[in-house]
């Protein structure tokens, strides 16, 4: 046991990385809880910035995550990126075009 302990300790020191240990710890609270909390335990999560899982029977059923930004980034998106050129309402092909097509 000790060599292998040594061996990884060995690789550890070759290589830069070594050993990484990620801590994610999730407030869980039972749904009849949250039912009766709803609103001081959103105020809570505004606050601390933290998720709340929800529990039915022990069994994740909902996540109740912060807001990361106050307006959504899909709005505004193609903002002065291009301009309307020519008439927007007339077709592209004449009907003499669109015969020729087939």
Same mark, same amino acid.
């Given at each position: 046991? %000790? %060599?292998?302990?040594?061996?990884? @300790?060995?690789?550890?020191? +070759?290589?830069? !990385?070594?050993?990484? *240990?990620? @801590?994610?710890?999730?407030?869980?609270?039972?749904?009849? *809880?949250?039912?009766?909390?709803?609103?001081? +335990?959103?105020?809570? #999560?505004?606050?601390?910035? &933290?998720? #709340? +899982?929800? *529990?039915? !029977?022990?069994?994740? /059923?909902?996540?109740?995550?912060? #807001?990361?930004?106050?307006?959504?980034? +899909?709005?505004?998106?193609?903002?002065?990126?291009?301009?309307?050129?020519?008439? #927007?309402? &007339?077709? /592209?092909?004449?009907? &003499? &075009?669109?015969?020729?097509?087939?």
């Amino acid at each position: 046991m %000790r %060599r292998a302990v040594s061996s990884l @300790v060995a690789h550890a020191d +070759i290589y830069d !990385h070594g050993i990484i *240990t990620m @801590v994610n710890i999730m407030k869980t609270i039972a749904a009849g *809880t949250f039912k009766a909390n709803c609103l001081a +335990i959103m105020d809570d #999560v505004k606050a601390r910035r &933290e998720t #709340v +899982i929800i *529990t039915k !029977h022990g069994e994740p /059923v909902a996540k109740l995550v912060p #807001v990361i930004g106050d307006v959504d980034d +899909i709005f505004g998106f193609f903002l002065d990126r291009g301009a309307i050129t020519g008439d #927007v309402l &007339e077709p /592209v092909l004449s009907a &003499e &075009e669109w015969g020729s097509l087939r």
